[in-house]
């Protein structure tokens, strides 16, 4: 849990929010934040003053995709600290399924807006990993030529190997002995994620992102898309212009969005519509005791975005003896986006503790639901209880 934040100079408490704090969705199974770009930059300022360690992710498209089949990339995503989304493909599904993600906010626009200048305040200091060999280099040479919010202390060019090649002490030396504030990792989306989620415990940089445009961006190599044709969602063609081998990961990826939303999407778009629309809204109830070596929650109602506030304080009091939490859901008569970003932030907390969620007690019909959001890799942990539960009036499986 996130601990008391300093005082601001506006005698304002400024903090990162806590996982169960966050405003997060779940799109097709990944976690997707519905924070403005001031609440994203205040969050890295404060983390990177307080040292927090704090992972950024920016889904996209190809990153949606790619959390489809591989579990170690969806992983990445569920134990960063912020997922803003960063193509406009998230935000078109978002405003299908009825989730208020209203913009893009792009990696390149946070490390845009973070080179502003803010007052007085200390620039951050930044140290860029990754790229083709010479552009993080140009890409540090650049930013120190401005003068302005972000300083680079150094830069580091690790080749093209493996991921453990790349994780050798001299890469994780240089980092940590740069006394840096942010890192940006260039490395390709993929192996940008596994070494940041591999090496979490050993960077003593605070704040960290797979920002491997930006860093391409600000040594020039490659032309960010006008302001014209970022608005009007075509900068993806502009980038196939500028890197014509992107065109056939734009087509996979394209192809399988097709396919998402005739097997998926639409589907979940209708649901929602009938939740909000083709029945009465119920209360939620949350009875919680202790049975064996977990915490038990069971949920009685609607587990639904205006429910989530009461779930949140029932979830914060279910992690302090820091024990496995069961969720019985076998009287929870429907659940949408925002509850189940709500339960992956739960895992995130259990998982950060040693622990982990069960969900047991799901009806057909709700164990549809979980499967055509994209979580059925929750459900597998029911099928693996370290010990037998026996929750009060209902079955568990």
Same mark, same amino acid.
């Given at each position: 849990?996130?601990?008391?934040?300093?005082?601001?100079?506006?005698?304002?408490?400024?903090?990162?929010?806590?996982?169960?704090?966050?405003?997060?969705?779940?799109?097709?199974?990944?976690?997707?934040?519905?924070?403005?770009?001031?609440?994203?930059?205040?969050?890295?300022?404060?983390?990177?003053?307080?040292?927090?360690?704090?992972?950024?992710?920016?889904?996209?498209?190809?990153?949606?995709?790619?959390?489809?089949?591989?579990?170690?990339?969806?992983?990445?995503?569920?134990?960063?600290?912020?997922?803003?989304?960063?193509?406009?493909?998230?935000?078109?599904?978002?405003?299908?399924?009825?989730?208020?993600?209203?913009?893009?906010?792009?990696?390149?626009?946070?490390?845009?807006?973070?080179?502003?200048?803010?007052?007085?305040?200390?620039?951050?200091?930044?140290?860029?990993?990754?790229?083709?060999?010479?552009?993080?280099?140009?890409?540090?040479?650049?930013?120190?030529?401005?003068?302005?919010?972000?300083?680079?202390?150094?830069?580091?060019?690790?080749?093209?190997?493996?991921?453990?090649?790349?994780?050798?002490?001299?890469?994780?030396?240089?980092?940590?002995?740069?006394?840096?504030?942010?890192?940006?990792?260039?490395?390709?989306?993929?192996?940008?994620?596994?070494?940041?989620?591999?090496?979490?415990?050993?960077?003593?940089?605070?704040v960290r992102a797979h920002f491997g445009a930006a860093v391409n961006f600000q040594a020039r190599t490659v032309k960010r898309a006008p302001l014209l044709a970022q608005n009007l969602a075509l900068e993806w063609l502009w980038r196939i212009k500028e890197e014509p081998y992107l065109w056939r990961r734009y087509w996979a990826d394209g192809c399988v969005l097709l396919r998402l939303l005739f097997t998926r999407v639409l589907v979940l778009a209708i649901w929602n519509w009938r939740l909000q629309h083709g029945r009465t809204r119920q209360d939620l109830t =949350?009875?919680?005791?202790?049975?064996?070596?977990?915490?038990?929650? &069971?949920?009685? /109602?609607?587990?639904? $975005?205006? #429910?989530? *506030?009461?779930?949140?304080?029932?979830?914060?009091?279910?992690?302090?003896?820091?024990?496995?939490? =069961?969720?019985?859901?076998?009287?929870?008569?429907?659940?949408?986006? &925002?509850?189940? /970003?709500?339960?992956? $932030?739960? #895992?995130? *907390?259990?998982?950060?503790?040693?622990?982990?969620?069960?969900?047991?007690?799901?009806?057909?019909?709700?164990?549809?639901?979980?499967?055509?959001?994209?979580?059925?890799?929750?459900?597998?942990?029911?099928?693996?209880?370290?010990?037998?539960?026996?929750?009060?009036?209902?079955?568990?499986?």
């Open positions: 849990m996130t601990p008391n934040a300093p005082q601001s100079q506006s005698g304002v408490r400024e903090a990162v929010p806590d996982d169960l704090s966050r405003d997060v969705y779940c799109v097709l199974g990944v976690p997707v934040d519905a924070n403005e770009m001031s609440d994203i930059l205040l969050s890295i300022r404060v983390a990177a003053t307080r040292k927090i360690p704090f992972l950024i992710s920016t889904p996209n498209l190809n990153y949606l995709v790619s959390c489809q089949t591989d579990p170690e990339f969806r992983e990445s995503l569920l134990m960063s600290d912020l997922c803003p989304a960063d193509g406009m493909s998230i935000v078109w599904l978002a405003r299908l399924l009825g989730i208020p993600i209203k913009h893009r906010v792009a990696g390149s626009d946070i490390f845009e807006a973070l080179q502003v200048k803010r007052g007085s305040a200390t620039p951050l200091k930044v140290f860029l990993l990754g790229g083709a060999e010479g552009v993080s280099a140009a890409a540090c040479q650049a930013l120190n030529a401005q003068q302005a919010g972000l300083h680079c202390v150094g830069s580091f060019y690790p080749g093209f190997g493996s991921i453990d090649e790349m994780s050798g002490d001299e890469v994780i030396d240089s980092v940590n002995s740069s006394g840096a504030d942010f890192l940006v990792v260039a490395l390709g989306a993929k192996k940008g994620q596994s070494w940041l989620l591999r090496n979490q415990s050993r960077l003593l940089v605070p =949350i009875a919680q005791y202790q049975d064996g070596e977990a915490v038990v929650l &069971r949920l009685v /109602g609607d587990a639904t $975005m205006p #429910n989530v *506030e009461r779930a949140v304080a029932a979830f914060r009091e279910a992690l302090v003896p820091q024990k496995p939490v =069961i969720i019985d859901l076998s009287k929870t008569c429907e659940i949408d986006a &925002r509850f189940l /970003g709500l339960l992956l $932030m739960l #895992n995130k *907390e259990l998982k950060s503790l040693g622990a982990s969620p069960m969900l047991i007690g799901l009806s057909p019909r709700l164990e549809r639901r979980f499967r055509i959001h994209g979580l059925g890799y929750l459900l597998s942990e029911r099928r693996n209880l370290p010990f037998t539960v026996h929750v009060r009036g209902a079955v568990g499986s």
